[in-house]
């Protein structure tokens, strides 16, 4: 192993423009780059019921944020994880949920800007079964997202008016690029 004298360096990085060094915002996003940003909602021990039409609306079972670095910030409060850094991020999720009996319900990521949600087409279906079943489903996709994007999960019912009960669930989102 080389010991480096005090002088020497192990690597030099330029900013876009050529030069050396970065601005404070530029080292902010290289390190979030490397680092990674990160945040998560939580639904844990049954997160309520809610009875959706066939229009989607947001799922308001969420009752705990998870973990979060800077950049994102989970809110279980307005079931949305804001987003501070525009770039491409991976949404993963995961439901268990009873409800209403042989129902079909469709749960979406969605976006939002200035409160005007957005479906990312990431999404998954699942159908309930016989009485007393907990049904559970995933999705998992990349989204790109801007700055001060909100993100939170939409829930439909295929019929409308069926009752869904988030019994747990994670919302993760990291950004990747």
Avoid at 73 to 89: E, K, L, W
Wanted: proline residues 2%.
């Amino acid at each position: 192993m080389k010991t480096l004298a005090d002088n020497e360096k192990i690597a030099v990085i330029t900013n876009r423009s050529g030069e050396q060094g970065f601005s404070q915002q530029e080292f902010a996003q290289f390190v979030n780059a490397i680092t990674g940003e990160y945040g998560e909602l939580i639904t844990a021990n049954n997160g309520g019921n809610q009875t959706p039409g066939t229009t989607p609306v947001l799922s308001t079972q969420w009752n705990a944020n998870g973990l979060s670095s800077s950049g994102i910030t989970p809110d279980h409060t307005t079931d949305t994880i804001a987003i501070s850094n525009a770039g491409i991020y991976r949404a993963h999720a995961q439901f268990s949920f009873s409800g209403t009996v042989n129902a079909e319900f469709v749960l979406e990521l969605y976006s939002s800007l200035n409160d005007t949600p957005i479906a990312t087409g990431i999404k998954t279906i699942r159908k309930l079964g016989g009485g007393g079943d907990v049904g559970s489903c995933s999705f998992i996709g990349y989204v790109q997202l801007l700055e001060n994007d909100e993100i939170g999960v939409f829930v439909n019912s295929i019929a409308g008016g069926q009752q869904i009960v988030i019994e747990e669930a994670r919302l993760i989102i990291d950004r990747v690029v």
